[in-house]
T-cell receptor, first 114, second 113 residues
Framework: QQQVKQSPQSLIVQKGGISIINCAYE??????FPWYQQFPGKGPALLIA?????SEKKEGRFTISFNKSAKQFSLHIMDSQPGDSATYFC?????????????FGKGTKLSVKP | KAGVTQTPRYLIKTRGQQVTLSCSPI?????VSWYQQTPGQGLQFLFE???????NKGNFPGRFSGRQFSNSRSEMNVSTLELGDSALYLC????????????FGQGTRLTVV
């Protein structure tokens, strides 16, 4: 119940294309869903996040879509660029508790071909 | 504003030894969490400290321990190192009690030989 399942494991997209990464969860207590971007040799960096009371959030070329009833959320990267090539992690957090931690998906390695 | 600083960046240790990793959170952040990242298991939560108290703990053996100081700096200790402890250890700091918006450091790459 504590898992966050992420797919695909790897993704190759042409420059200018749309990259889509999907995540699913079981625990309905999760109430904050961030996406992290990680480049080799670096720590994960917060990219964008969403709360379950919102179905979509957009920041620049990055959009999170959230389907509460299906317990799924996805990251869309529009106009993908070679500089977007990185590993992306979805995560979930029990926001309301005094204790909590991030539960991460296994990651998606994105390669954007020029 | 300075980010999360982890030291050292790289470590090589021998099986059976112990190791201490350090994390300086973003100024004003009171929560520090530690994660282990490996290719096989991904990012796994170790523990979280808030105001010098361990507030949450993941499913790791007792060989993994930590502490937080009054200035919010945190250390993580691994005793009796095993080959399987080779990993990238990441520290994340958060601004307050809600523990969201975690900002990660670059990590300490630990290799156990």
């Amino acid at each position: 119940q504590q898992q966050v399942k992420q797919s695909p494991q790897s993704l190759i997209v042409q420059k200018g294309g749309i990259s889509i990464i999907n995540c699913a969860y079981e625990n309905t207590a999760f109430d904050y869903f961030p996406w992290y971007q990680q480049f080799p040799g670096k720590g994960p960096a917060l990219l964008i996040a969403i709360r379950p009371d919102v179905s979509e959030k957009k920041e620049g070329r990055f959009t999170i879509s959230f389907n509460k009833s299906a317990k799924q959320f996805s990251l869309h990267i529009m106009d993908s660029q070679p500089g977007d090539s990185a590993t992306y992690f979805c995560a979930a957090w029990n926001y309301g508790g005094s204790q909590g931690n991030l539960i991460f998906g296994k990651g998606t390695k994105l390669s954007v071909k020029p | 504003k300075a980010g999360v600083t982890q030291t050292p960046r790289y470590l090589i240790k021998t099986r059976g030894q112990q190791v201490t990793l350090s994390c300086s959170p973003i100024s004003g952040h009171r929560s520090v969490s530690w994660y282990q990242q490996t290719p096989g298991q991904g990012l796994q939560f170790l523990f979280e400290y808030f105001s010098e108290t361990q507030r949450n703990k993941g499913n790791f053996p007792g060989r993994f321990s930590g502490r937080q100081f009054s200035n919010s700096r945190s250390e993580m200790n691994v005793s009796t190192l095993e080959l399987g402890d080779s990993a990238l250890y990441l520290c994340a700091s958060s601004p307050g009690t809600l523990g969201t918006e975690a900002f990660f450091g670059q990590g300490t790459r630990l290799t156990v030989v």
